[in-house]
């Protein structure tokens, strides 16, 4: 649902001498302890975005890290996600931009229509912000891009944090399913919206928002027939949407209201069903492109997130483990800034903590909250502004519906400020 709002809105590691430890990070050393626990000095966990991006920015700036992965292979899972113009400074930073942009469209507008099919307002990007870049990516192929980026064996799938506390030696000891012990300096908790690590450091449960959403790519195997537009369809508490990925892929999504996330279906023609019949009435091209979506490509989610209320929550770090995307701040999809976010995170984390690391300029303690310090103000109000979106956009009332789509989408609204939030400065690494 990437793009659903445009409209509304680290003392040192160890006692050892700094350069010691410069040379112990770079080469990324693996040694088995007597006990049998492995040594590490920086551990990722999580292999979705958050942690590649992550890891290739540090590896570009000549610090190693290992990847632990609870799943067999990348988790390339789900459909799509939109990607701004902050998440593409991103990418070229660290040097990826350019292998992704040829294989998706750059989207130039879009379009707003009611459920009966009537356009309500029509944008350029263009037209509001020369530099915007947006682009709906495959998740499938930003993940392993980002992993080819990694020297071999960065990664350790089949790796599933079981229990993390602190050892005697104040490092953090994490231990995994399989009964691995990995004894790591640094820990940074890349692991998602359910994040173990984020719980452990005292974080809350994210909260289930009150509308769930079903998601898919359609394929075209001799093309599709749409303009590189965002398409959304606002009904009564259901909302849609649908934009081109590829000259053969379009990804779309259903949002709806739910008193509850409900039962987990498994059934992938079920979810189909049901995802059909919120729209059953509604502008046939949206049927048409759920009808062309394999079954078992369907998803279904409940949407949540958790706002980062100043000198009540837990920071972003806790020592030397740290949180980063959605294991630190789950948002709901209503900017399309969950993925674009994650990705800001990670070079702004590996800038500081190479800095440390390298320079020994400061602690990684230092370094860590410092990360943290800077990235509160940005990710705090957009979290409560995504939040705040999607439920305007949920209304179920007719007369309020029939304000919006009679007087606030066709005269009030501006995309231009609403796109304010994708700015980011981003020097290469």
């Given amino acids: 649902m990437a793009t659903t709002s445009l409209l509304l809105l680290l003392s040192p590691l160890s006692s050892s001498p700094h350069t010691q430890l410069r040379s112990q990070i770079r080469t990324r050393s693996i040694v088995r302890a007597q006990t049998g626990t492995r040594k590490e000095d920086i551990v990722i966990v999580g292999a979705g975005i958050a ?21 067999d292979l990348l988790r390339t899972g789900g459909t799509s996600l939109t990607l701004f113009k902050n998440g593409w400074r991103v990418l070229d930073a660290i040097g990826v931009g350019h292998h992704l942009r040829p294989q998706f469209l750059e989207i130039q507008g879009m379009t707003v229509k009611s459920e009966d099919g009537r356009e309500l307002r029509s944008f350029r990007f263009k ?9 709906a990516v495959e998740r499938r192929i930003l993940l392993e891009t980002l992993a080819n980026q990694l020297p071999p064996d960065t990664i350790s ?9 602190k050892s005697e030696s104040s490092e953090t000891l994490l231990e995994l399913a399989d009964g691995t012990k990995i004894s790591a300096k640094i820990v940074i908790g890349c692991d998602g ?21 079903f998601r898919g790519l359609g394929v075209y195997p001799d093309g599709q027939p749409y303009e590189p537009r965002v398409n959304y369809i606002y009904g009564r508490g259901v909302r849609a949407g649908f934009v081109p990925v ?6 779309w999504f259903i949002c709806f209201n739910s008193s509850s996330p409900g039962p987990k279906i498994i059934d992938p023609s079920e979810l189909k069903k049901q995802a059909i019949e919120l729209v059953r009435n509604w502008p046939s091209e949206l049927l048409k492109i759920i009808d062309l979506t394999p079954d078992d490509t369907i998803i279904r989610s409940s949407l949540v997130d958790r706002w980062l209320w100043p000198a009540v929550s837990p ?21 399309g800034q969950g993925a674009c976010c994650a990705l800001e995170d990670a070079v702004v984390l590996a800038r500081k903590l190479a800095g440390a690391v390298k320079t020994g300029s400061t602690t990684v303690e230092d370094a860590l909250k410092s990360y943290g310090d800077e990235r509160w103000p940005r990710i705090f109000p957009l979290t409560i502004r995504a939040n705040v979106v999607g439920s305007l956009l949920q209304w179920d009332n007719p007369a309020v519906c029939s ?22 400065d981003c020097e290469p690494l």
């Fill in 51 to 71: 942690g590649l991006a992550t890891a290739v920015s540090l590896h570009r700036l000549g610090v190693g890290s290992v990847v632990v992965e609870q799943g």
């Fill in 127 to 135: 037209d509001e912000d020369q530099s915007q870049e947006v682009r």
């Fill in 157 to 165: 799938y089949s790796s599933k944090l079981a229990k993390i506390e």
């Fill in 193 to 213: 919206i359910r994040s173990p690590v984020a719980k452990w450091m005292g974080h809350s449960e994210p909260n289930y928002v009150g509308h769930c959403a």
């Fill in 246 to 251: 590829s000259p053969t892929k379009v990804y």
């Fill in 315 to 335: 920071p972003a770090s806790a020592g030397k483990v740290v949180l980063v995307g959605d294991a630190w701040h789950p948002m709901t999809p209503n900017l």
């Fill in 403 to 424: 304000v919006r789509n009679n007087v606030i989408i066709p005269k009030v609204v501006r995309l231009g400020p609403m796109l304010e939030h994708t700015n980011f």
